[in-house]
């Protein structure tokens, strides 16, 4: 009896760890359908969602193939960088969102980053700023250490010695490293497509 327990606790665990995704991924891509689409009130369920994709694609084109529209959005944000209160709010959220996305965006450097010696630890972190000069900190650079298992992360401010580059993945496999804390693989060409751990 008590095996057909453990049996039974072992395959109900397994099965969570295969459903648990799926579901999880399932129900914020529907609450980010249904968030959109309720933007536009009084139109069929779908349409607001597309209207509202549609109308972002139209802006994020013409606001960087026009020279009207970066005119227009560069005036836009100068105004609410330099507005009392807004600024903080809009240039923090800004500032976030370039980092991840855009011609700005700085997490897509990854390197190791030695933060002890005795033992010797290294991290696995971004290069964010590769001069902290203009600081009063030189030859030194600002990597941002991602939390595992959290969208959160901290800053440090180290020698340039203390880092080097991570050159077996690229930024995207680097983050889902530090992120999974460590327990993600990456897939290696020169091994012909098989997974290795690392």
């Known amino acids: 009896m ?3 327990a453990s049996v039974l606790l072992r395959s109900f665990l397994q099965g969570l760890i295969l459903v648990s995704p799926i579901v999880i991924t399932a129900y914020l891509l529907y609450k980010i359908f249904t968030g959109v689409d309720s933007l536009i009130p009084s139109v069929p369920t779908g349409l607001g969602f597309l209207l509202i994709i549609g109308i972002v694609t139209v802006i994020g084109y013409w606001g960087t193939r026009f020279f009207v529209g970066r005119w227009l959005f560069d005036a836009f944000s100068y105004l609410m960088t330099h507005t009392p209160g807004v600024k903080y709010i809009y240039s923090s959220i800004r500032d976030v969102l370039t ?19 005795d033992p010797e630890v290294w991290r696995i972190g971004f290069l ?3 001069d902290m000069g203009p600081l009063g900190m030189e030859g030194k650079v600002a ?22 580059p991570v050159d077996k993945m690229n930024a995207g496999e680097a ?6 804390g460590g327990i993600t693989t990456v897939e290696e060409p020169e091994n012909n497509g098989k997974e290795t751990q690392l």
């Open 2 to 4: 008590r095996r057909l």
């Open 99 to 117: 980092s991840f996305v855009g011609d700005k965006k700085r997490f897509n450097e990854a390197v190791w980053v030695r933060v002890g010696k």
């Open 128 to 130: 964010t700023q590769d």
């Open 143 to 164: 990597v941002y250490l991602p939390h595992s298992y959290a969208i959160s992360g901290w800053v440090i401010v180290t020698e340039k010695n203390n880092i080097k």
């Open 175 to 180: 983050m889902k490293f530090a992120v999974s």
